[in-house]
């Protein structure tokens, strides 16, 4: 990364990881509706893999999605609307926090099913196959996800068809309050490298090393090499997921917790920044501001009108079954 390309995505995710601890707050105070998964600690994944992908490629998410539709260039006053079910949100401020879609951006979707963004992928890959304009598509996914079933059926299919398919998989060692280790005798990389899919392993709090990976992988996959698999090694800050007032307790090892926080996405990056004779502290501050002026817009805005919950779904011109 040049200088400017480092402290673009330095303010990247000092804006995600600002806004998630935002967005935790509000949970916190009974604002938030449902359960909302925080991506804090997963930042550089987003930034840095997004960082290489063109705004005319499509984007797959899953449950733990603000920090994608955010990378994704999605506005984020309409994201925090969208999050806190208010009108002029994402999707009407009828989605949520867990099925944000942003079109405009090429932000397919999140699914709050686990896995179920896959074969969803690989439908969208296939179509831009067919398209030829050498598109990859993009999905993200939790390590918990590449044990499920469809994962070996999307992976094998995307395979044989050499569909354009980056999977990044966002591998952060537990599954909800189990360790990984305990669900599965293979590691991510071991599972996708058993089906003959190409793949790297990295630092997923490097923003950096993930860049360069996703640079990579992505060209592949335009090329017509078939599916890539980035492997992404990262730690959640907080906890798999809260919903309303009760934050959940520390449920995993202080000495895991403490080592990890140790290497924070956010100081790894600005300790780069530094070595480069830039001081991190304006651009972090810049991105809270923003965030602040965003919190204040979304706290102001009002809920929807009751009436448009039967607006937006259907198809614009469908008359229904015959």
Not at 133 to 146: H, I
Not at 185 to 210: C, F, I, K, Q, W
């Amino acid at each position: 990364m040049t200088e400017a390309e480092l402290i673009a995505a330095y303010r990247a995710m000092c804006l995600i990881r600002v806004f998630e601890e935002e967005v935790l707050g509000m949970t916190a105070a009974g604002l938030v509706p449902g359960f909302v998964h925080p991506c804090t600690g997963h930042e550089a994944v987003a930034v840095g893999v997004l960082a290489h992908r063109t705004p005319e490629e499509w984007v797959v998410s899953y449950y733990r999605c603000h920090g994608h539709a955010l990378a994704c260039g999605s506005d984020p006053l309409a994201v925090m609307r969208e999050i806190l079910t208010r009108q002029g949100g994402l999707c009407g401020g009828k989605g949520g926090s867990m099925h944000l879609a942003d079109r405009a951006n090429r932000f397919l979707g999140a699914s709050s099913i686990v896995a179920a963004q896959l074969p969803i992928s690989a439908g969208v890959a296939l179509n831009e196959q067919r398209a030829g304009d050498g598109r990859a598509v993009v999905v993200f996914c939790g390590d918990g996800a590449l044990g499920a079933g469809v994962a070996y059926e999307t992976l094998t299919t995307a395979r044989h068809l050499r569909l354009p398919l980056l999977v990044v998989c966002e591998d952060n060692g537990w599954q909800d309050h189990t360790p990984s280790h305990e669900v599965s005798s293979l590691s991510p990389a071991e599972l996708v490298g058993g089906l003959g899919v190409g793949h790297r392993l990295v630092d997923g709090n490097d923003v950096v090393e993930v860049a360069s990976a996703a640079a990579e992988l992505l060209a592949e996959c335009r090329a017509g090499a078939g599916p890539r698999v980035l492997v992404a090694r990262t730690y959640l800050r907080h906890f798999h997921a809260q919903s309303g007032r009760d934050v959940p307790p520390e449920y995993r090892p202080a000495a895991e917790v403490d080592h990890w926080r140790g290497r924070d996405p956010l100081e790894v990056a600005a300790n780069g920044l530094l070595a480069l004779g830039v001081d991190p502290a304006p651009v972090r501050a810049s991105a809270a501001e923003e965030v602040a002026g965003v919190v204040a817009d979304a706290l102001a805005t009002p809920e929807p009108e009751p009436a448009s919950a039967t607006t937006a779904v259907a198809v614009a011109g469908w008359a229904g079954p015959a």
